[in-house]
């Protein structure tokens, strides 16, 4: 064999581990930090029951029989790389398997709970769809404005101010995003947070700035709930708002420091005090919308890590107070949340 042939059999060899390597982080996938003893299974429905479906990341669907409204509405999944190197778009065969598995016709609302891409990048599609209100802040409006969601479909959140959405009553609330643990992450995920003019797209993951962050507390004739979709917290900005059910975000969580995650805990579940805590967005960003939800990819799994951490913590938690149960929600399901 001469030298030249030598040196491209070599670097075809590279090539080849290289993107085996690559293709390994990217689509093998960690246990999701939950106890699998806490799923709920689908109960018998009575007429008026308010119904909840997850569709994995932040994605909660609730139905109270007349009117249904999602968070996020986020059924998108770009692969590592396209996040890492690439521009990214709403999926669109993706949103099709999604709003079928959840067998969403109309919607009344869409309401992302901030602009990062795993939150608010198809919301204004999901809306076009079912014609839904979306309703978020500047930079989720700037969102749809790019994706060409009319005006009058588009409704900026007033922090604290509720909004009537059927029966239900939502109050967003703002708050602060989950504080990344790599500070070249931090700045590139959270510094310089608005989005000022219509996003175009395809964009870069990172052009979908978080702008604001909210927590919605929700309350219905048949009971009250929290969504924290990102595990970040405001000194005393739940004060006020207790719910029988917190849909706590637990994403990078075990990243955090012990200190980090106990005053999670304080600001959330202690301000709260819900009688039932169900665990969101701990899921990959990345893995298919079809099938099983996975935990992060190993891709994922180096970024924020930690998640021994974030289960043993979670089941400290309920050890430590018997009174609040702990449960997870499987997928597209309609689950019973308030009979
Ligand atoms: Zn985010």
């Not at 669109?92 to 990062?116: E, F, Q, R, W």
């Not at 700045?187 to 219509?198: C, G």
């Amino acid at each position: 064999m001469s030298w030249q042939r030598k040196v491209i059999s070599t670097l075809a060899l590279l090539m080849t581990i290289i993107a085996t390597g690559l293709a390994y982080v990217m689509n093998v996938y960690k246990t999701a930090p939950v106890n699998p003893t806490w799923e709920l299974s689908p109960g018998n429905k009575t007429a008026g029951a308010v119904t909840v479906r997850y569709s994995g990341t932040a994605t909660l669907l609730f139905d109270d029989g007349k009117t249904r409204w999602i968070v996020d509405g986020w059924f998108s999944r770009p692969n590592a790389l396209q996040l890492a190197l690439g521009k990214i778009e709403p999926n669109m065969a993706n949103i099709d398997y999604g709003l079928s598995a959840n067998k969403i016709d109309m919607l009344a609302a869409v309401i992302p709970i901030h602009s990062h891409f795993d939150h608010a990048m198809d919301a204004p599609e999901v809306a076009k769809r079912t014609g839904a209100l979306l309703i978020g802040s500047e930079s989720t409006a700037n969102i749809a404005r790019g994706w060409g969601l009319s005006e009058s479909q588009i409704k900026v959140a007033v922090n604290r101010e509720p909004i009537h959405v059927g029966e239900f009553v939502i109050t967003p609330i703002e708050s602060r995003h989950f504080e990344f643990s790599n500070p070249v992450l931090h700045e590139q995920a959270l510094s310089n947070p608005k989005i000022t003019t219509p996003l175009n797209t395809p964009a870069k993951a990172l052009d979908y700035r978080v702008g604001k962050v909210y927590v919605l507390h929700v309350s219905h004739p048949k009971g009250s709930w929290v969504i924290v979709g990102s595990a970040g917290f405001e000194k005393d900005g739940l004060n006020g708002f207790q719910a029988d059910t917190l849909f706590l975000g637990i994403g990078g969580l075990g990243s955090q420091t012990v200190q980090y995650r106990e005053d999670y805990w304080a600001e959330t579940v202690g301000q709260v005090s819900p009688n039932r805590i169900i665990p969101i967005h701990y899921d990959s960003l990345t893995s298919p919308i079809s099938g099983p939800m996975q935990g992060p990819s190993l891709a994922e799994f180096f970024l924020a890590g930690g998640l021994d951490s974030t289960k043993t913590f979670l089941q400290e938690k309920e050890a430590s107070d018997p009174t609040i149960s702990f449960n997870t929600l499987p997928r597209f399901k309609e689950i019973v949340l308030y009979p």
